[in-house]
């Protein structure tokens, strides 16, 4: 799939990102994926790409850009090594609900101008922390989002007054997460609160619980599960082939 890198301005600077379409001169309907803690890197362009062979035009942001230069993160051992644990939970800090929304913005006006890209509504996807902010931007931009999608997401349903969950009244979107199993941050009670709040608010959605870790449909995740990241692609496949096509 081509795929090149660019950059989008915003209010506090430039995002780096990545952009990946099918053959063709399309246009595709427009979907942002945002990565997990890790941040934007190789692997994200991969998947980027595999969504964009189904027929989307993928944008991927480094949604840490205001630490310029960062150093990437090792997945495998981040978790457990105290000072690089550290820097990590510290730049996820910084993107905060507020971010998220100023920046993807900025990213659909880069969408809508494209001439590759379906004029309208947009898709998001993420995964962890990402997955928290595909659901918070159809909370806080709802007029531009016509799915969401949310994978190994966690804290979708917190005591955090920036929880997505507080934002169902405003989501005019479709949304669907998928969760994991034993996973403190997306637990089956909050599932069940998750589940009330996008009832009460007639927001149409899937919740399904995924018999896989954390972090099973990222390949450089140490708990990457094969099984469960396929179910994952034909669950984006279904869901955005019928919301976005």
């Known amino acids: 799939m081509p795929t090149i890198k660019d950059s989008i301005s915003t209010p506090d600077g430039t995002c780096a990102v990545t952009f990946a379409t099918p053959d063709g001169s399309g246009p595709w309907p427009g979907v942002v994926m945002y990565p ?6 190789a692997t994200f362009d991969e998947m980027a790409a595999q969504l964009a062979s189904e027929g989307y035009a993928v944008l991927v942001p480094d949604v840490y850009y205001r630490d310029a230069g960062w150093a990437p993160f090792e997945m495998a051992t981040v978790f457990k090594d105290e ?9 996820i800090s910084k993107v905060t609900p507020d971010i998220m929304a100023k920046d993807a913005a900025a990213f659909f006006d880069y969408l809508e101008q494209r001439p590759d890209v379906v004029d309208g509504k947009f898709g998001t996807t993420g995964y962890c922390m990402g997955g928290r902010t595909s659901l918070v931007v159809a909370g806080r931009v709802p007029e531009r989002v016509a799915a969401a999608m949310s994978f190994h997401g966690g804290g979708l349903a917190s005591d955090d007054p920036g929880s997505p969950h507080l934002l169902a009244d405003k989501i005019q979107a479709a949304v669907y997460v998928g969760g994991a199993k034993d996973d403190a941050s997306f637990t089956p009670e909050h599932a069940k609160t998750l589940e009330s709040a996008l009832s009460a608010a007639g927001v149409e959605h899937t ?23 396929k179910q994952h692609w034909e669950a984006m496949e279904s869901f955005f082939g019928a919301r976005l096509g």
């Open 36 to 41: 997990d803690a890790g941040g934007a890197r």
């Open 83 to 91: 000072d690089e644990r550290a820097r990590l939970f510290s730049m």
């Open 207 to 229: 919740i399904e619980m995924y018999d896989a870790a954390h972090g099973f449909a990222v390949p450089d995740n140490a708990p990457y599960d094969a099984a469960a990241a």
